[in-house]
């Protein structure tokens, strides 16, 4: 088995749920008394959410290059980043190491691919949705078309992420705030939709919407998976 470097603390209300499907899946896999092998760096996500609002991503990635680094120190095969957002800085952080780094919006795509739809709503920080890392990898992948909500909705997406969910509140009202979002994704044409914010699947599940969800925690943790225990 291959050890699983996760690059965690963003926020850790994720990364804990990271920790927790990846142990359980392995164990699913292999029985008996089996856990993953994880190397975990946990970073200060207020150092990191101050260098967003600024605007500052080049600090950012310094911050995640020197965790990766330590990942790579510390014994894991390859390193998977537990956040949607801050692979706007996945190319300097997969260069600056000599192993694989697992890309979340390609276990997205993938996913997409299994469902066969091909036009996606995406739900995630204001930053996923608005810059073009994220929705253009999943074009230039996968071939496939991604909607985002109105920019007033997007306001209030990103508000409950940061406000709520970062801080592990979950509130009712904020999840029906989610499904307007959702339905009106819908009516536009999305036949899935991304929780492309690692805190979302938190609030949100499938019973929730009337088209399939992509959890990108859920599948980033079985992609994982699959590397530890490929050959």
Known sequence: MKTIGLL????????????????????????????????????????????????DWEAAAGLLIQAARQLEAGGADFIVICTNTMHEVYDQVSA??????????????????????????????????????????????????????????QAVVHRIIYDELCCGLINSHSRESYQEVIADLVERGAQAVILGCTEIGLLISEDDCRVPIIDTTVIHANQAVDEALSE
């Open 8 to 55: 965690g603390g963003m926020s850790w209300e994720s990364t804990q749920t990271y920790y927790s499907l990846i142990n359980r899946e392995i164990n699913k896999r292999l029985g008996g008394f089996h856990s993953a092998k994880i190397v975990l760096v946990s970073v200060d996500f207020a150092e990191i959410e101050h260098f967003q609002r600024i605007n």
């Open 96 to 153: 600056s190491v000599s192993m694989p780094v697992l890309h979340i919006a390609d276990a997205a795509g993938l996913a997409a691919q299994t469902l066969g739809v091909t036009r996606l709503g995406l739900l995630g920080t204001e930053f996923t949705m608005q810059r073009p890392f994220y929705r253009q990898r999943l074009r230039d992948r996968f071939d496939l078309d991604v909607l985002t909500p109105s920019s007033a909705q």
